[in-house]
């Protein structure tokens, strides 16, 4: 691997950024590596108001639940927005709302915290209590960050579930959490066509699987027809009306759990990431104050949806504990057509983008094809830094997304971290770290990255490893809802000395130590920046019971997603060619849109008479790993009992 190319932060950037050059990185890191918890413990009493201040740091005594400020309190939403208006920023823009058809609704700060002080209200008299926990299954909107502001100000747990998720994953999602309440609308509106939500509670709620869920609120956004639970359904604006725009906060202790966010794992069953206030916001905070260098003249978006953890952490909560402008947008880049980001970025004088490198590629398609939507076509010189996230970034998209967003002036943040990291852990700095193509360069200050092999002993550089953190930080997971023990051997596996294992693979390059991430180690894929597990699609394919008898599911590389699923099923029935392939492979598909979410559809259907496995009956994942990618199979297949099988399987639907 050779990182020659490197593209250093300009003379002005560095002068003007927070953290001022490698200089000004490294006394970062130094201080942090002389006294970890009185590094962190400046940072969270320099960025973050407590109601009552912490005296203890870190409690380790119960590793890995690790506790973060213990005994200090806080509220999350007193510091996003009372906060802010008490420092004059009242009549600042807090949010520019840009809706699917193009209208633009602004909010400012002191509109924002009457609206978050409403629904609180709202929430309180509706009975709900701190630690009660609140599903919010919403579009991108104003009301979805209000709803979870609002959560977060009576110290209720929210759990927000992405709105492209199926009736059957948000009943797992409810149940599990125990929510008491679904916050949602009636429909979303993308890409010009409105879609169900409020139905889709319906169906997730129907027969009384939920007992826990009490209340529906139901925010009218289209207007479109939706049916009615009478007793249990409640319309958002009928609930604020004469609600008072004022609301003490609930001040909770540092470690209450300001959020579950469930993602994927190695089983079958979604686990429900469990994140502390204190810790948690200190990390937003902090990373948006250093890694987008955000300052009060900035109009910063971040395109994803609230319902990743992209979205809490760089939408709902880190800006917004800046006192920042942001952009929601509620729409799809590719309408009215694809050039929507780019147009956006004129209209609003974006200085700050934050995107997925799956919209970057397939932005870069579109424009190679369509001059019309060609950035060139606009004026983007706003822009002053550009950050990608969710999925590594491939040198040749970066070098197009440096040159043609960026005007070859704005550097690129590409910033490494996930569901249970809470924010930024290895990323540039964009006016300290000297930038290459496809690496997320260096570790955050006080984030102890590190590769190390099987045992948990360091390799060295230029050789590939796992990926792991040795110290805890103050924003990382504390649990897996009602899973400890999962929480403990996900996470903490003995072998490894106590590091957090991350999940992931990586190198360091051999003289600058850059990390470059290679990919997941588990049976995790990315999909455009989507975390799935294959056994949870594999689940998905199984309960289709009249039809599959047996499925495994692999990824493969693909030149717009990432990564592909594909699928290898063996039906209850002779193996289908043809036409009637086809029509069982698009069965299949919207099968497993219905049991998780359309974004876990196989792009790839195989069907053959068996799965190829070892004598000991393990699926070959290897051998179909390289089927999938259309590769020669180089493995020892002498075990295989049918080996016409890999012909079979040599056709994808
Ligand atoms: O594999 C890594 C990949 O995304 C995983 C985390 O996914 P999720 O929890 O959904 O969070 C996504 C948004 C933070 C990681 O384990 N990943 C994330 N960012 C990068 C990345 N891989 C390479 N480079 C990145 N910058």
């Given amino acids: 691997m050779t990182q020659s190319k490197q593209y250093l932060p300009s003379p002005d950037w560095q002068a003007q950024a927070h953290v001022k050059g490698m200089a000004g990185y490294q006394a970062l890191v130094a201080e942090a590596e002389a006294d970890h918890e009185a590094f962190w413990a400046r940072l969270a009493r320099e960025l973050i108001s407590w109601q009552t201040p912490f005296t203890k740091t870190l409690n380790d005594s119960d590793a890995p639940f690790y506790k973060w400020f213990e005994d200090g309190r806080l509220n999350v939403s007193y510091n996003c927005l009372d906060r802010n208006v008490e420092r004059g920023l009242g009549d600042k823009v807090a949010i520019i709302f840009e809706a699917d058809d193009g209208t633009v609704t602004q909010v400012s700060y002191s509109e924002l915290l009457a609206k978050v002080a409403q629904l609180a209200n709202a929430l309180k008299a509706r009975g709900v209590k701190k630690g009660d926990r609140v599903v919010i299954y919403m579009p991108m909107s104003v009301e979805g960050v209000v709803a979870m502001q609002?959560?977060?100000?009576?110290?209720?747990?929210?759990?927000?579930?992405?709105?492209?998720?199926s009736a059957q994953s948000l009943r797992d999602r409810v149940q599990d959490a125990g929510a008491v309440m679904v916050i949602t609308a009636?429909?979303?509106?993308?890409?010009?066509?409105?879609?169900?939500?409020?139905a889709i509670v319906d169906e997730a709620l129907a027969d009384n699987s939920c007992p826990s869920c009490k209340d529906v609120v139901v925010y009218k956004r289209t207007g479109g027809a939706i049916a009615w639970v009478a007793g249990r359904d409640l319309w958002l604006h009928e609930l604020l009306a004469g609600q008072s725009t004022t609301c003490e906060p609930e001040w909770v202790e540092a470690e209450h759990p300001l959020f579950l966010l469930y993602t994927s794992g190695s089983t079958g069953k979604p686990k429900g990431v469990q994140h502390s206030t204190g810790g948690y916001l200190l990390h937003a905070a902090l990373t948006t104050k250093w890694t987008f260098d955000l300052k009060p003249e900035d109009v910063f978006w971040c395109t994803a949806d609230i319902g990743w953890v992209t979205g809490h952490t760089y939408i709902a909560y880190g800006p917004l504990a800046l006192g920042g402008t942001e952009i929601v947008f509620e729409g799809v880049p590719t309408y009215p057509d694809a050039g929507r980001f780019w147009q956006m970025i004129e209209k609003h004088k974006v200085t700050i983008f934050y995107t997925a490198p799956t919209a970057i590629r397939a932005l870069i398609k579109a424009a190679e094809s369509n001059e019309a939507v060609h950035p060139k076509r606009y004026d983007l010189s706003s822009l002053r830094l550009l950050g990608s996230v969710g999925e590594p970034i491939n040198p040749a998209a970066w070098e197009w997304y440096h040159a043609n967003i960026g005007g070859g002036r704005c550097p690129i943040v590409d910033t490494f971290w996930q569901t249970e990291t809470g924010g930024h852990m290895i990323t540039p700095l964009p006016g300290a770290t000297p930038l290459v193509p496809g690496s997320c360069t260096l570790p955050f200050p006080g984030i102890s990255a590190a590769i190390v092999d099987e045992t948990g002993n360091d390799v060295p550089n230029g050789q590939g490893g796992i990926l792991v953190v040795k110290k805890p930080w103050p924003s990382m997971i504390r649990t897996i809802w009602g899973d400890s023990e999962r929480f403990k051997k996900s996470y903490y596996p003995p072998e490894l000395k106590g590091y957090y294992l991350a999940g992931d693979g990586a190198i360091r390059d051999a003289e600058t130590g850059y990390f470059t991430i290679t990919g997941r180690i588990d049976d995790v894929l990315n999909v455009s920046g989507h975390r799935m597990g294959t056994m949870e699609i594999e689940s998905a394919?199984?309960?289709c019971t009249e039809l599959v008898a047996e499925a495994a599911v692999v990824g493969r590389p693909d030149d717009t997603t990432g990564e592909a699923i594909c699928a290898f099923v063996v039906l209850k029935r002779p193996r289908p060619s043809g036409e009637e392939a086809k029509a069982i492979a698009k069965q299949l598909r919207d099968h497993v849109a219905k049991e998780i979410g359309p974004i876990a559809k196989p792009k790839d259907i195989r069907f053959g008479d068996n799965l190829p496995k070892t004598r000991s009956g393990k699926i070959m994942r290897r051998l179909l790993r390289a089927v999938a990618k259309g590769e020669a199979v180089t493995q020892d297949t002498s075990t295989l009992e049918n080996p016409a099988i890999l012909e079979q399987l040599g056709q994808a639907y």
């Fill in 541 to 543: 394919l199984v309960s």
């Fill in 186 to 198: 009636d429909e979303q509106q993308r890409g010009g066509k409105a879609l169900p939500l409020k």
């Fill in 150 to 165: 609002a959560c977060a100000r009576i110290g209720a747990t929210h759990s927000v579930v992405f709105g492209g998720f």
